[in-house]
């Protein structure tokens, strides 16, 4: 009996590490779009470190808005109902029936 547990438990920790390393479903070809996209956009990669955050948002705002034009023109182009909206979820709770006898647990406190 013994035996099947270390053997069991050495399986599992040797499988660890191999879903440790599971890809995160993103390819080299996708990240050299969106690199490219950056480049077209006016990111340079080569600017100092201290502007590095503030030049890279203001590059990914002008592909987030070129992409937002071109889905608006799509979307004025289509057909079907319009997908703006909101929703919610929840809501209060109707109180409980009192029931003669029973006390809060918050009782005499």
Same mark, same amino acid.
């Given at each position: 009996?013994?035996?099947?547990?270390?053997?069991?438990?050495?399986?599992?920790?040797?499988?660890?590490? @191999?879903?440790?390393?599971?890809? =995160?479903? @993103?390819?080299?070809?996708? @990240?050299?779009?969106?690199?490219? %996209?950056?480049?077209?956009?006016?990111?340079?990669?080569?600017?100092?470190?201290?502007?590095?955050?503030?030049?890279?948002?203001?590059?990914?705002?002008? @592909?987030?808005?070129?992409?937002? =034009?071109?889905?608006?023109?799509?979307?004025?182009?289509?057909?079907?109902?319009?997908?703006?909206?909101?929703?919610? =979820?929840?809501?209060?709770?109707?109180?409980?029936? %009192?029931?003669?006898?029973?006390? =809060?647990?918050?009782?005499?406190?």
């Amino acid at each position: 009996m013994k035996r099947i547990l270390i053997a069991s438990l050495l399986t599992a920790t040797m499988a660890l590490p @191999v879903a440790a390393f599971a890809q =995160s479903g @993103v390819t080299r070809a996708q @990240v050299r779009a969106e690199l490219l %996209e950056l480049q077209q956009a006016g990111y340079r990669g080569t600017t100092s470190d201290a502007t590095y955050p503030s030049e890279l948002l203001a590059a990914q705002q002008r @592909v987030a808005a070129r992409d937002a =034009s071109r889905t608006s023109d799509a979307a004025n182009s289509s057909f079907g109902p319009a997908t703006s909206g909101s929703s919610s =979820s929840g809501g209060r709770a109707a109180p409980a029936q %009192e029931i003669p006898g029973l006390h =809060s647990i918050y009782f005499g406190s």
